[in-house]
Every structure is written in structure tokens, then in C-alpha cells.
């Protein structure tokens, strides 16, 4: 018997697939506020599951060389330069001779470097005025109000400053669309909770990229085949760490039952509160959010918006029964229209 | 750190979530910048005036853990009056010599010593690195000394040290280091407030530190801070080096360098050690204090590890098949060497100078000029390739058809392909597996260097010439195994280790080597590690099965002592300085000295105990000098022998500067090594004019992506995607100055050299307001070259050759530069750029360098003194230096 909230709403996914023994649904925790932007996870990604390179291409965007999630990149690390108040004791750049910051500039020229990628969205080119934004400076090409409210320093020299570093992922939500759409069975829940795709099966057909609300799956253009993190399904069946949470040095990526994971991240983020980072938040933990909560969900120090990330994600075929139920009505009226003219033409 | 040394790193994120404040020193704003508490940004080669800020800042507030510096230390000795310190000579010590650019130490040493001054300004000690013996202890001094334990004697060392940094207040740190006084205060007392009775702190540095002209003297303010402060000896204090390798330590105290042998050890000097008994004398100094008396059996053991049955005490054990230093053999002057036709040949393992050692040019053009190259390496580096691909190709100085280096090139197995150990910086071996078989051809450095000596062994079997006898009677018997014929690592750790000659049975420790020929040790500091017959570094018990101090982990040395000197753990009485800080202490019911840790003294020796007269060696020690490895048992805040550019650290301007020092008429360490030559040109500094024409200052560094001169990283895909492509690294304010784009091209110019690389600009780089100027700083990463998957010009290729006196390290963290938007010439028009600099620059061939730059001394250029007086006080006190 299919679970009321099988396509909406908080849902254990494994049991829900049909696991009989499924034991505790488990998931990352990547706590950005330790991050320290070494990338070792997305190396220990790539060695593990013997994921390509992704191109040999400077993108100028900080220190992010990746660009974002595609199918050859797994782990993704992004660095956000900000003109705004970490938690420094005083500001980095307090009482030296500074002019205004550029961080918004460059963000600007870097989101528009993507590159070939060897896969196909891969890293479309970003909007230069939407980057400045996320940058939050100041002032951008003479549009004075790009930026959200409060977030202007008004400032003509920078003082603060801050460098946000974030490892992204599959989110491997509770309601993953890239299931849903699957015609092959490719995609599947697996006893752990975690979506992951078969290369075997795959047939290329790219149903899945434009269902998945984070834009992380994508395809290989030389195979044509959907990849994505597996949350390294074949390290969890040996119980062993996924690579990247393995190789993390900080405890940023943290691997574990999503339980746990959810109450850990709860403390951390009343911790940061109480050492005066108000901005500390949780994104993708809530079961009753748009995607039934994602088995890899984040601490964040701003805006999800700012690390590239949709600010309100909601699976893509939630609206699906409501569409075949309107579709049908739609059907039944087209037939009863049929009938009746029918009927009506014949009296 | 979190850059460098991300997985170290996690211990300081550790730190910080249980409370601790992280505080970065750094010219840019660095990943650990963004996770530390506070970020100071520092003007690159202006360390020591910060660290000298935080001494005076001690003092002035009476800081000081007194009992500690009181009972430990050299505080309370008293100096010679012959000393004059650079305040009294702008900048430069008593006993400078001009003519030899080192100080005569006469002058220097405690009262009552000065006819025992070892180093007399003849420049002897720079040329053979001495100041490296000093790793493992101090430098020889009498052990009775005058002292004032009030610390009001004008002469002592606690006025002396006070008197000499009384100038470098806030305002001063502000002015030199571009670091604003709120912020240094703020970092002043953090550090004071986290030591003392109750708290410890630790410092940790890295070649950031140690890669200048001044770089000893940079630790050295770091030592005299956490003297002064009571965090040495103790747990959760010291001083920890982090390596820019893997067993960097290990490469030192088993050493791959041309003045040591293992164990510190010095290289014999044809002149100064004739005999092995002159040789032995020079090591353990008859008469002084401390464990050095037995360096005789150390000296003993090592050769008899060597030479084996040939070597007896008749013929002072084969002493005469060492080779001999004869001057500077250091890694620049081979380079020199090289380019002026006098090396042949060349083994290099492991380095890749190409693009990792200053001057690429110059390592370029001189491994260009052999008849013959050995490179071993994992992947194929610049440093083979030079030949083929070179920026030196483009502009015509190497042509590959008519280049007469022949290259031979080997491939090496990695640290997992292979067996052995890795000794890190707290100076712990640790052992590894190996793990894989390494592919091909590949072999380890074992494998090869054994079966070299080998075959060259066989080659020379019937020679009856003297010259080979040394090669012949080498003990050259090890275990092998497998295909391959693998030497055993674990047969070549038991003889490191030291055993008995007669049974082969391994030592328990160094005490049992013995200086008649009957023990063999391979490393004396390492005896030990293969006690009982157990590979103790490849001991694995879990932190969770045993206390903090983990001492079933690995093996330390010495003896396994985790940390040294803790005696200091505990005060002069023996007991724990605090409850929270206890480490070692004495047991006055068992008359023994007991604790966590292998205690760092004699077991038995009373706190109490005072030697009788004339005492020398472990006996002349009392029961409060718990700085066994120094000659007067104490730590030392002023150094009276053996670092050759002044008893106390002093801020000297890097040796190529935009800034007039702002301290002394002395721009730069008087001291330092300069090499005349051809290749290697200084930028000028003040007061020499046309500074100017490099008015930019730069460093470089590692990213966490890269590893050194990326011959590990820029082959691997995996990591070479990461930083695909050299950049340089510019603040927004500089990029306007200049007219740099994000994302677009830039070059820079040396006196050297020109190079290229992309422009990222960021807010994470800051001018800064030094001295009432405005000073721009550049970073650029220096792991790109010709090879690999991603490429790029080298960083390096910037520097010339200037070294620190004291070890002969290059300095080549700090350079004057000009920056240009575009990308640079090529071919021979990018040789013509650089001449177009050195004319401008008045770079000519005669020109000299002016290294003493006040006249305080006698020097010529008396621009930078700004106090009669002290100008004319040097002349008189000078005078007889």
C-alpha cells in the first residue's frame, strides 16, 4: 500500500520503495561553517569512483576551478569572496589604506567563463548581474540596486570580509524526481534511502536532468548516460564511509543516519547562534519542505541563493497527480464532449 | 596552514570548536585566514618586528612566567661589557667584520668567557652552514657563568634583551609591518593571557618563515617568546616546524645535506678536523656541561656502522675515508658551480630545482652544462626535461641539439610502493607498509642506492688504488627480497638503531654505545627504535587503549620522548608548575623523576642536587637545568655563540626591499650570503637608488591543490584540474594602479627574469600603509612549470640567490618585482626586457651590492643613520671588532 505521501511530504523512502529490512536511511551532513575549501572530497570522489577529469579550465571564480555538479563532478566545492562581517574578532581589513571591494566584479566576469566540460548541461554560463548579486557588493556596473536590502556597506573602502567555502552534492532527496521520470529503472532507492543511477541500464534519455530541482545529474556527452554521486552505494554495502566524507579533514562532511545527522546539525547551528553567528542556518533538513527533505542537507552561513542553491527546491513531480487527474478530467470531458456531440449528432 | 597543511589543519578547527582563538599572520587573506578568529595581514619579510613587538610587549608589562625564566633560562646571566648591541651601532652588533661580512663573537660572550668565543669573524662558519649542528643542542659555552638573579644588573640578559627591543612598540610594529596597533595588542594579548602557570601555547610555523635572509632569526623570536612565556618543555607549549614534506625532519636527522652526518653530527672540514680525535673534541667540548661528553661513542659507532670489520680503534675507525668539506657545497653554490664548468656530474632524487629552488634560470642553465644528470623521480619533471622544454629554449640559451648534459632518467616508487619510515615534525617515526608493488620499472631509493653501491663495488673488486679502499671496505651486506632484489628497510632501521658488533643483539638506547669499536650505530638519536628486536615505529596502539601522551604510538627520538626538555613541565622543586599542566615531575619517596613521559633528565638526580666545581659532561648539570642539550643547562634568550648574524634576532629589511629600514641605518642582515655572479643579480633596495624600478613586493606560496613544484600534482588529473593554469594574485587597488582584469594577463619583472600568468583579483589581497607609504604586495603560487597536464611560467624564476648565514637557506618568500598588464614577450625579446630593467636599474655587471649600510661599522653609505651619536659610538667600540 503506497504511502499517502509518496510523491509529497515528510516519507521514510526506503521502506516506501518496497525494503523490507531497510535500516536507518542514511545521508551527509556538510557543515560549511568548518569548511576549510581543500577539496580532498571531490579528489576522493573522483579516485574512488573513478570519475574523469572535468577540463583543465581557470574559471575565476575565487579558488572554484569545478564549477558545479556534473556527471563529472560529484562533489563540488564552492567559494564565495564577501564584503561582509565574518566571525572575526575584528574585521580583516580594518584601518588599512583599501578602496571599494571588487568581489562583485569578478564574480560578474567568472560567471561568465563557463566551459565545455565534456558533459552536457555541464556548467552553463551564469548570469554576470545574478553573480554580482550573490557577491553582495556595494555597487555593480551602475546598478546600485542589485543587491538585497542591507546588504550595501555604503562603505568606499572594505573592511570586512569573509570567504565562504561549500562542498555540494546530490541532495538524494526523499522525493527525488530524477526517480520518478526514470523509464528505465536506471534510478532507484536504495535500502540506505539514497537514489543512485545504474550505468547499466541508463539509456541516455535525459528525462532526469530536467527534473531534478537542484540541477546536480547531467549527462556525459561521449556515453550520452545520466552520473551522480551514489552516496558510494558500494562502500556503504562493505559499511564503510563514503570517499568523500572518508577524506574530509574537519569533519565538515559528516556521514551518518539522518537522524542523528538532523539533531547533530540542530546543535551545531544553536552553537554558532550562541557564538554570535546568527546567519548560521540548516537547508534541505526539513521533511516538510518542498522535497520531503534531502538526505545530504547543509549548515549554511547565508543565503542558499549565494552558494548557487535554489532557495525553495520542490520535486518536480509533486504537481503529478493533480496533472493526471486534471488530464484525466480533462480526457473524461473530451469524451463525454465526444459522446454528447455524438449522441447529440444521432438524435 | 589550512592551504599547506589541511590535514594538520584539523586539529586547530578541533581547538577552535572546544574554544581556543585562532589567530593568522599572513600577507594574503588565506583559506585559513577565513576560518581563524582574527586575520592580520603583514608586509612579507618584516616578521621579526612583529615578533620583537610581542617581546617588548612582555617585558614592558612584566608578562614573563618569572619563576620559569628565572630558574631556566639565561635571563639572569651577565653579558661581557665588551658587548654593543645594534642599538648602540644602528643596527649591526659588536665585532662586525667588513672585510669577511661576519661578526668576530668575542664580544658577545658571557663575562668571564670572552677568550672562549669560537667563531671569530673569518665567514668559515657561513660557508659550511655550522649553525645546522645546532638542531639537536646547543652550541658550546663553559657551564659556569655569572649570573643576577634579581635581573637589575645592567649586563644581564634580561636588560639586554629589554633595552634592545624597547623600540619596537606598537606604533613601530604599525609603521614596519603595516599592521594596525589595535590589532597587534590584540594578538599581544591573546598570547600572553593563554601562558603561564596554568596555560600553555603553542607555536607553529613553516617555511614561510624560514625560506629568508634573517629566516633562523625568525625562530629564534619565536623561541625567546615562548621562553619567556614558560611554553617550552611543557605540554601544549613548544615550537613545531610543520614540513613542507613528508619526513623533511627525517631528512635532517638522517640528513641529505653536505655539512651533517646522521645524529647531527658534523661534516669533517679538511682544515678544522684532521683527526678523528680533533673531530670528536670539536663535537663534545671537554669542560662543558650536558650530554654531549659522549659524543665520542657516537662518532665511534657511526663509522663502525659504515665501515664494519675495517674499522678499529687502531685506525681511528676507517676516520680517514670521510670525505672532507672544504667550503661552501651548498645546493646554490653547485648551481654557480655548475654554470661555470666545474661540476660534471649530478645525481638529483626527489627535488625538482627546475622549478622548486629560487633562480629557475640559473638551476636551468647549470644542469645544462654537465656531462652528466641522474634524475629520479615519479613522473617526468622539468628538471629532466630542461633540455627539450625550457623557457630557455625560446629565448636561444639552450639549444637541445647542442645541449652537452646527458639525462638519464629513472622511475622512482612512491612512499606506498615501497617500505620505510617518515619522521614528522614532533620527531616520531613513524613506519609504513608497503603497500602496492611499484609498476615497471619503478624502484625505491633503497633499491637503488644498494645495488649502485653494489655494482660499482663489484666494478672496483681487484682495484689496488688507496682512493677506493673506502668504497671497498664499506659494510655494504643487506638483506634482499623478491623478484627485484629489494633491500630489507626493517635489516637497514636495526642497524639505524645501533647493535653490538659481537651478537648482533640491537641497542636499547644510545647510553649503550660504546666508543671501542664493540657497538655499531647508524643514527645515535635514533637508538632505540628497534629495541628488543621490535620495529617500534611500527607500533599502532589506538589513542583509546592507552593515556594522551600516546607513547605506544611510534617511536620518538630520543628514547622515545615525546616531548623534550620536560623537566621544565615541572618547577625548580620538581613539582607539576599546575594540576592542569602536569607532565613530568619528581618523587621524592622514590627518589626518581616520573610522570606521562620518558623525563627529559637524569632518572635520579634530586631537583636539589648541585654539581661540585669543575664538574663537566651530565654530572656538571644541577638539578634545575633542565635544558640538558645546552652547554650551561639553560634555554637561551640571548644566543653567546653560534648564530652568526647576532646573539639576539633584530628586524633587517629583506635583501630586496622598496623600503628603507625603518629601524637601523642597516637595511639588510650584514651577514647575509651574496653571491657574486654573473647569473644572479640583486634588485637595488635603498639607500641604493632605482628601487623604484621594482616597486612591487611579492611572496609565493603552495596552494592546497598543488604539492611544491607540482611534479606530484600538475601530472595527476584529479588534482591538476583544480588549478589548471599559473595566476598571479592582485588587490583590487593595485589592479586600477596598474590596469589588470580579472581573468586577464599580466606579467611580472625581475632583475631576473619575466613571467607570466593570468590576474585573479580579489579582495583577499590589501595594500598596506607602511612608514607613510603605500606598499602593494603580490602573491603568486609557485607550483606551475613546462611540464605536466597544466603548465604555466615558474614563480621562482623571479628570485635570485641571497641565503641566511646561519644554514644557507634561500630567501625566496619575499622579492621586488614590476607588474604589466598583457602577456610577456617571447623569444629573445624577453631576454631584452630584463636587460631594459637592469639598465634602468643601473643592475651592471661590476655593480657590488652595498651590504653594510650605516657607517657605524666603516661602511661607505652613511644614508640610512639618523642618530649621531650611536654613529659615533660604533666607530669607537667598533674599532678593535
Known amino acids: 500500500m503506497p504511502d499517502v505521501n509518496s510523491l509529497y511530504g515528510p516519507l521514510d523512502p526506503a521502506p516506501d520503495a518496497g525494503w523490507v529490512e531497510a535500516g536507518p536511511r542514511m545521508g551527509f551532513f556538510t557543515d560549511t561553517s568548518v569548511c576549510i575549501g581543500c577539496k580532498a572530497c571531490e579528489v576522493a570522489c573522483k579516485e574512488w569512483n573513478g570519475v574523469p577529469d572535468s577540463g583543465f579550465d581557470l574559471l575565476g571564480m575565487s579558488y572554484d576551478n569545478t564549477g558545479a555538479l556534473t556527471a563529472n563532478s560529484w562533489r563540488h566545492v564552492a567559494f564565495i569572496e564577501q564584503p561582509r562581517p565574518a566571525g572575526h574578532g575584528t574585521p580583516p581589513f580594518e584601518d588599512l589604506p583599501t578602496g571599494p571591494p571588487t568581489s562583485a566584479r569578478s564574480a560578474a566576469t567568472a560567471a561568465g567563463t563557463a566551459t565545455d566540460t565534456g558533459t552536457d548541461p555541464g556548467v552553463p554560463p551564469g548570469r554576470p548581474e545574478a553573480a554580482a548579486r550573490m557577491a553582495a557588493g556595494p555597487e555593480f556596473l551602475g546598478m546600485p540596486g542589485a543587491q538585497p536590502p542591507g546588504r550595501a556597506t555604503g562603505a568606499d573602502t572594505r573592511t570586512d570580509f569573509r570567504w565562504l567555502m561549500m562542498s555540494d552534492v546530490c541532495k538524494h532527496c526523499t522525493h527525488a524526481a530524477c526517480l520518478d521520470v526514470c523509464p528505465t529503472g536506471s534510478l532507484f532507492r536504495t535500502e540506505f534511502g539514497t537514489v543512485v543511477v545504474q550505468e547499466d541500464i541508463c539509456n541516455g534519455c535525459g528525462y532526469c536532468i530536467s527534473a531534478c530541482p537542484y540541477g546536480v545529474i547531467d549527462q556525459r556527452k561521449d556515453d550520452g548516460r545520466a552520473w551522480k554521486c551514489t552516496l558510494c552505494y558500494d562502500r556503504l554495502g562493505a559499511g564503510k564511509t563514503p570517499a568523500c566524507a572518508q577524506a574530509c579533514p574537519t569533519e565538515s562532511i559528516q556521514f551518518g543516519p539522518l537522524d542523528e545527522l538532523r539533531e547533530r546539525a540542530a546543535q551545531r547551528v544553536a552553537k554558532l547562534h550562541e557564538h554570535g553567528m546568527p546567519e548560521a542556518r540548516l537547508y534541505g533538513h526539513d521533511p516538510t519542505d518542498g522535497v520531503g527533505g534531502d538526505g545530504a542537507f547543509f549548515l549554511l552561513l547565508d543565503e542558499p541563493e549565494v552558494y548557487g542553491l535554489p532557495p525553495d527546491p520542490v520535486v518536480t513531480t509533486r504537481d503529478l497527480p493533480k496533472m493526471w487527474k486534471r488530464a484525466g478530467l480533462a480526457a473524461l470531458a473530451m469524451a463525454a464532449a465526444a459522446v454528447a456531440a455524438f449522441v447529440g449528432g444521432s438524435s | 596552514m589550512a592551504e599547506a597543511h589541511p590535514v594538520g589543519f584539523q586539529w586547530v578547527m578541533e581547538a577552535k570548536q572546544r574554544g581556543a582563538k585562532v589567530f593568522h599572520v599572513d600577507p594574503r587573506f588565506t583559506r585559513t585566514s577565513a576560518l581563524a578568529d582574527t586575520y592580520l595581514p603583514i608586509r612579507v619579510g618584516t616578521d621579526i ?351 637541445p641539439e647542442q645541449c652537452r648534459t646527458e639525462v638519464f632518467f629513472l622511475p622512482a616508487a612512491s612512499h606506498v610502493e615501497k617500505e620505510g619510515t617518515f619522521t614528522q615534525t614532533q620527531r616520531m617515526l613513524q613506519w609504513r607498509e608497503k603497500a602496492v608493488e611499484p609498476p615497471g620499472d619503478c624502484r625505491s631509493e633503497l633499491w637503488f642506492f644498494y645495488h649502485l653501491g653494489r655494482v660499482l663495488r663489484e666494478k672496483l673488486a681487484r682495484s689496488t688504488k688507496p682512493r677506493d679502499r673506502a668504497l671497498l671496505d664499506l659494510a655494504w651486506d643487506y638483506p634482499t627480497n623478491g623478484p627485484n632484489a629489494e633491500p630489507s628497510a626493517e635489516a637497514v632501521l636495526k642497524e639505524i638503531n645501533g647493535y653490538e658488533v659481537a651478537t648482533g643483539r640491537p641497542l636499547s638506547g644510545f647510553p649503550e654505545a ?318 631584452d626586457l630584463v636587460a631594459d630593467y637592469q639598465r634602468r636599474a643601473e643592475m651592471t655587471p661590476d655593480r657590488q651590492v652595498p651590504i653594510v649600510t650605516t657607517d657605524a661599522a666603516g661602511g661607505d653609505d652613511a644614508a640610512g643613520s639618523t642618530d649621531e651619536g650611536s654613529a659615533g659610538a660604533a666607530r669607537n667600540r667598533g674599532g678593535d671588532a
Open chain 2, 514 to 831: 660504546r666508543d671501542d669499536g664493540s657497538t655499531a650505530v647508524g643514527c645515535w638519536i635514533y637508538s632505540g627504535v628497534y629495541a628488543d628486536g621490535v620495529n617500534q615505529a611500527a607500533r599502532r596502539k589506538s589513542r583509546h587503549e592507552q593515556d594522551w601522551v600516546a607513547a605506544e604510538w611510534g617511536w620518538a627520538w630520543p628514547a622515545n620522548r615525546r616531548i623534550l626538555y620536560n623537566r621544565a613541565s615541572a618547577d625548580p622543586e620538581g613539582r607539576p608548575w599546575s594540576e592542569r599542566k602536569k607532565y613530568v615531575w619528581w618523587d621524592p619517596d622514590k627518589g626518581e623523576w616520573t610522570g606521562y613521559d620518558v623525563p627529559d633528565f637524569e632518572k635520579t638526580k634530586p631537583p636539589g642536587y648541585r654539581p661540585p666545581e669543575g664538574a663537566s659532561g651530565p654530572a656538571g648539570l644541577a638539578g634545575d637545568d633542565a635544558f640538558v642539550m645546552q652547554g650551561d643547562g639553560k634555554a637561551w634568550l640571548y644566543a653567546p655563540t653560534g648564530v652568526l648574524d647576532g646573539p639576539l634576532p633584530t628586524h633587517y629589511e629583506p635583501a630586496e626591499s622598496p623600503m628603507r629600514n625603518p629601524l637601523y641605518g642597516q637595511q639588510a642582515n650584514p651577514t647575509r650570503k651574496v653571491y657574486e655572479h654573473p647569473v644572479n643579480s640583486v634588485n637595488p633596495s635603498p639607500p641604493e637608488p632605482h628601487s623604484q624600478v621594482f616597486p612591487y613586493v611579492f611572496t609565493v606560496s603552495r596552494l592546497t591543490e598543488h604539492h611544491t613544484a607540482g611534479g606530484m600534482s600538475r601530472t595527476v588529473p584529479r588534482l591538476a584540474e583544480l588549478q589548471p593554469e599559473m595566476f598571479v594574485e592582485v588587490s583590487p587597488e593595485l589592479a586600477a594602479e596598474v590596469g589588470l582584469a580579472h581573468l586577464g594577463w599580466a606579467h611580472l619583472v625581475s632583475g631576473r627574469a619575466v613571467i607570466e600568468a593570468r590576474v585573479l583579483v580579489t579582495d583577499r589581497l590589501t595594500p598596506l600603509r607602511v612608514d607613510g607609504r603605500l606598499i602593494h604586495q603580490i602573491w603568486l603560487p609557485y607550483h606551475f612549470g613546462s611540464e605536466g597536464l597544466v603548465t604555466g611560467d615558474s614563480a621562482n624564476d623571479l628570485f635570485g640567490i641571497t641565503l641566511d648565514p646561519n644554514v644557507l637557506i634561500q630567501e625566496s618568500k619575499v622579492g621586488t618585482c614590476d607588474v604589466r598588464p598583457g602577456r610577456r614577450p617571447t623569444g629573445p625579446a624577453l631576454l
Open chain 2, 49 to 399: 618586528a612583529l615578533l620583537g613587538g610581542v617581546v617588548r610587549y612582555i617585558l614592558e608589562n612584566e608578562l614573563d612566567f618569572r619563576e620559569y625564566v628565572l630558574a631556566y633560562t639565561n635571563a639572569a646571566n651577565i653579558v661581557s661589557e665588551q658587548f654593543a648591541d645594534t642599538e648602540d651601532l644602528d643596527g649591526l652588533f659588536s665585532g662586525y667584520k667588513p672585510e669577511t661580512g661576519s661578526y668576530d663573537q668575542t664580544s658577545w660572550q658571557y663575562e668571564g668567557h670572552e677568550e672562549h668565543a669560537r667563531n671569530r669573524g673569518t665567514g668559515k662558519e657561513r660557508e659550511s652552514a655550522a649553525g645546522l649542528e645546532q638542531e639537536s643542542h646547543g652550541p658550546p659555552v663553559p657551564g659556569q657563568t655569572m649570573r643576577d638573579e634579581t635581573l637589575q644588573h645592567p649586563r644581564c640578559v634580561y636588560q639586554i634583551l629589554k633595552r634592545h627591543f624597547s623600540r619596537y612598540t606598537p606604533e613601530m610594529v604599525a609603521r614596519v609591518c603595516g599592521i594596525p596597533e589595535g590589532k597587534f595588542l590584540e594578538l599581544a594579548r591573546a598570547w600572553t593571557e593563554n601562558s603561564g602557570r596554568e596555560r600553555t601555547g603553542a607555536l607553529v610555523y613553516s617555511v614561510g618563515w624560514t625560506q629568508h635572509s634573517v629566516g633562523v632569526q625568525y625562530i629564534r623570536t619565536g623561541a625567546i617568546i615562548q621562553t619567556l612565556l614558560g611554553n617550552m618543555g611543557r605540554p601544549g607549549g613548544g615550537i613545531l616546524a610543520l614540513r613542507g614534506h613528508a619526513s623533511i625532519q627525517g631528512s635532517t636527522d638522517i640528513p641529505t645535506l653536505f655539512n651533517l652526518l646522521p645524529g647531527y653530527l658534523p661534516m669533517p672540514h679538511h682544515a678544522n678536523h684532521p683527526t678523528f680525535d680533533k673531530w670528536v673534541d670539536s663535537i663534545r667540548h671537554p669542560g662543558q656541561k650536558g650530554f654531549w661528553g659522549n659524543s665520542r661513542a657516537f662518532a665511534a659507532s657511526l663509522l663502525k656502522a659504515y665501515w664494519g670489520d675495517a674499522a678499529t680503534p687502531e685506525n681511528d675507525f676507517c676516520y680517514g675515508y670521510l670525505p672532507r668539506m672544504t667550503g661552501d657545497h651548498g645546493t646554490y653554490q653547485q648551481v654557480l658551480n655548475m654554470i661555470d664548468g666545474k661540476v660534471k656530474g649530478y645525481f638529483l632524487l626527489g627535488q625538482n630545482p627546475a622549478v622548486g629552488s629560487a633562480h629557475g634560470r640559473a638551476q636551468r642553465l647549470g644542469m645544462a652544462n654537465l656531462d652528466w644528470l641522474v634524475v629520479r623521480d615519479l613522473f617526468m619533471i622539468e628538471s629532466a626535461a630542461f633540455w627539450r622544454n625550457s623557457p630557455e629554449i625560446a629565448t636561444g640559451e639552450i639549444v
